[in-house]
């Protein structure tokens, strides 16, 4: 009997349980692949600074506190613009929506904040608003972000993915160096619109702070 | 047919296959007591019974077990 | 059998395996309880620089409790009725007790430097996904070592019948090993290109939607896989053993299994209702955690009609008080979980307190609660000596009631009340509520809930230290006990 069999041999009891396990994945998952994958008209890769900001933006884990995902309801289109569409996120990976809202969804915070706001934010939030309940992240004016790993990122979604980054982001050592020059100009955009001082410096030494990429990111969600 | 009507008759039917699965288990855990052809409450005991030297509740593997235990 | 007379149970490994769930609870909840705080008093986010965030803490407790506490309880209560219900020692087989032990270190080892690499922000971002890749394959080994001592057990079986625990614990091995490959594919960036940049860095194989799809249908079945399915079969050995009586109805256990098994896997999307995965997934993904009430509940009641006839055992063995209590948040937060996928009410509790609030009812009531009563009915078996201290277990029972019950309640509320803040307009449809309002309003429920935490905390201590004193201090037992754990 089918069943006697089932209850009693460890190998056919595994199988049998990976077969029902494995079928709401088959069935839910893998065939909307190709679909959700389709970027919206006119998208953009981030470009390598932007990508090192995505990447402070993971190790300081804002997403446990920050959604990037508007919902279709007139309150919140009202206070965060616009509902997400699935063609805006075709690059993110990892995805960064997050899943609770301790602070106020980011997901088109480029279109209502300004470097100015940021910086005073993340160096003191509680100078924004006092009831504010968010750490302060002054350690990201003295670190350096890691903009030659955003790179390698850059190049390596470009070439598993097709992510249409141009043909001059090659795997080598070399292109990296010649790419380099493009990421400094790019933070001191940012940065001329900052007033510390300690930033300013840092990038004359060719340094990146992590804040300059933080803001490069949080500026290019709209 | 597209992947996405593939995808709808699959789910369909491999979703009654397997809830009809579900209730001939039912039938079956109900019938096979009646039968005399196993009793699954018995199992239950393996917990309540498991010193290393009590005696196994099924001691015999599943290829060599004639299907018609005798319940008292 | 006369060759066993001299045979026992080998318990080197479950004990080795208590002491770490013992261990990592303590470092999860305190991190924890200081998370909580955290929300309520900002000021101790700064007492670790950097290092001590709420940012940074939060996958810091998230993985701790599950990796470590939760997934270390599973290993100690395996390695203790594994050998039980099957009738065979882990002495016979030296190989598994090897395979064993590398397997405790591995994974001893493994668990705090993952631990340690998340305080330093190396992460893969993706929730209860963090680690990156070199600790993801030592989670991998760590899971395949314990398939082979599973498989090896079963193979040199006394007891031909697979207990309905076993089966738990197989399709725990097995669904946690599906869903943790696919979630976690990654690419290293520094071995696809010339040794660019961080060696620890690695980027997810699927993009946006496709991602989050991945990710909670590994979110939502890590939770059916860690903390319901072995937890359930840790009740359905521990209660019948404890209690003397047996499973009320072994059927409907098959039964539930099974409905279990299938339904689970569908309700992955309920955490990602109104975003941008297809409707039609999330109307499934809802209709579907509704359906799983039933096989939950089905587990659920034949664990407490096990008790049928013997509800005295309730008012004087506190380890039954412990196991009951366990299956009423069981019941409670399968009824919790589907209500909170119903599309219009998630619609307000997505996003809120309310979901941290859901997850705690079922952990802190359902899983610890049913850890640490295992870990009471093993503890005089494998140290052979009875329970320190009765009265201690009574008043830890009392105060984390009540440090539960603080906690989902106030989360509750907080959550209800920020979602209906978050679009309240006033006549002219205008939002009534800038953001900061609805933080602003939360603080009274942030500092029960830190509270409750310190309740909760403190009675996992004393939970510790009743512990150790049995092993130290306890009376010695002469003889194993058959059910009912004797206690001072």
Excluded at chain 1, 172 to 187: G, N, Q, Y
Excluded at chain 3, 148 to 171: D, F, P
């Amino acid at each position: 009997m089918f069943f006697h069999w089932l209850e009693k041999n460890p190998f056919f009891f595994a199988s049998a349980v990976s077969i029902v396990i494995s079928f709401a994945g088959l069935i839910e998952i893998v065939p909307n692949f190709s679909q959700a994958a389709r970027p919206i008209a006119g998208l953009k890769p981030r470009t390598v600074l932007q990508l090192a900001g995505k990447n402070v933006y993971m190790k300081d884990n804002c997403m446990s506190c920050h959604s990037q995902l508007i919902r279709p309801f007139k309150a919140e289109t009202d206070r965060y613009g616009e509902y997400s569409l699935s063609g805006e996120y075709a690059f993110d990976r990892p995805f960064l929506w997050g899943s609770k809202r301790t602070g106020p969804d980011l997901h088109r915070v480029g279109n209502y904040r300004t470097t100015d706001w940021h910086e005073n934010h993340m160096w003191n939030p509680k100078s924004v608003d006092e009831r504010s309940i968010m750490p302060a992240y002054k350690h990201q004016f003295t670190n350096v972000a890691d903009i030659e790993t955003a790179y390698a990122e850059a190049v390596t979604v470009k070439n598993a993915f097709h992510t249409p980054y141009g043909p001059e982001f090659k795997t080598t050592r070399a292109a990296w160096e010649a790419h380099r020059p493009k990421v400094i100009e790019d933070a001191k955009k940012i940065a001329a619109d900052m007033k510390n001082e300690g930033v300013k410096k840092m990038l004359a030494e060719g340094k990146v702070p992590e804040i300059v990429a933080l803001i490069a990111y949080l500026n290019s969600l709209k | 047919m597209d992947i996405r009507e593939l995808q709808g008759y699959a789910s369909f039917f491999m979703t009654i296959f397997l809830v009809v699965m579900l209730y001939w288990y039912i039938v079956h855990l109900y019938r096979s007591e009646k039968r005399g052809e196993r009793d699954y409450e018995k199992y239950g005991n393996i917990a309540l019974d498991d010193e290393i030297t009590s005696t196994p509740v099924e001691d015999k593997p599943a290829s060599q077990r004639d299907y018609t235990e005798k319940n008292k | 059998m006369q060759s066993n007379a001299t045979l026992e149970y080998d318990y080197s490994l479950a004990k080795k395996f208590t002491f770490l769930t013992i261990l990592f609870g303590i470092l999860g909840m305190l991190v924890g309880t200081l998370i909580a705080a955290q929300l309520a008093f900002p000021e101790l986010n700064y007492l670790l620089g950097e290092y001590g965030t709420f940012s940074r803490l939060r996958p810091v407790h998230t993985n701790t409790v599950i990796f470590g506490f939760t997934v270390s309880g599973i290993f100690a209560t395996w390695f203790y009725f594994g050998q039980r219900v099957l009738k065979v020692s882990m002495a016979e087989s030296k190989f598994l007790m090897v395979v064993g032990n590398i397997q405790f270190w591995l994974y001893f080892i493994g668990a705090l430097l993952a631990t340690i690499s998340l305080i330093f922000g190396v992460t893969a971002s993706k929730e209860y996904a963090q680690y990156e890749w070199p600790f993801d394959i030592v989670v991998v080994l760590v899971w395949v070592l314990w398939g082979i001592n599973i498989m090896g057990l079963i193979g040199i079986r006394r007891e031909k019948a697979l207990y309905i625990s076993v089966w738990y614990y197989l399709a725990c091995f097995l669904g946690i090993a599906m869903l943790y490959l696919f979630n976690n594919m990654a690419i290293p960036t520094y071995f696809v290109t010339e040794g660019l940049g961080n060696p620890l860095h690695a980027v997810s194989m699927y993009a946006g939607t496709n991602d989050a799809l991945v990710q909670w249908w590994y979110g939502h079945n890590a939770v059916a896989f860690g903390f319901t399915v072995p937890i359930v079969g840790m009740i359905y050995y521990f209660l019948p053993k404890e209690s003397g009586q047996a499973i009320y109805s072994y059927k409907l256990s098959l039964l539930s299994f099974w409905g279990l098994m299938f339904v689970y896997l569908w309700a992955g999307s309920h955490h990602l209702l109104w975003s941008t995965v297809p409707d039609w997934m999330q109307t499934m993904g809802s209709a579907f955690s509704v359906v799983l009430i039933l096989p939950s509940w089905g587990s659920a009641i034949n664990m407490l009609l096990t008790m049928k006839g013997e509800w005295n055992q309730l008012t004087d063995n506190p380890l039954i008080k412990f196991m009951v209590l366990a299956s009423t948040f069981y019941m409670l937060s399968t009824i919790e979980g589907p209500i909170q996928a119903i599309k219009s009410v998630n619609a307000i509790a997505h996003f809120t307190d309310w979901i941290p609030g859901h997850v705690h009812d079922g952990v802190l009531g359902w899983v610890v609660f049913m850890i640490m009563a295992a870990i009471f009915h093993m503890a005089p078996r494998m140290f052979k000596r009875e329970i320190y201290s009765k009265k201690l277990m009574e008043s830890q029972f009392w105060l984390q009631t009540t440090a539960v019950v603080l906690y989902f309640t106030s989360m509750w509320i907080a959550g209800i009340t920020q979602g209906m803040m978050w679009r309240a307009v006033d006549e002219y449809g205008n939002l009534m509520y800038s953001f900061i309002d609805t933080v602003a309003v939360l603080h009274p429920y942030y500092m029960i809930r830190a509270l409750s935490g310190v309740m909760y905390l403190t009675g996992f201590l004393m939970f510790a230290y009743n512990i150790f004193k049995t092993m130290t201090a306890g009376k010695e037992l002469t003889a194993e006990p058959q059910f009912r754990t004797p206690m001072a």
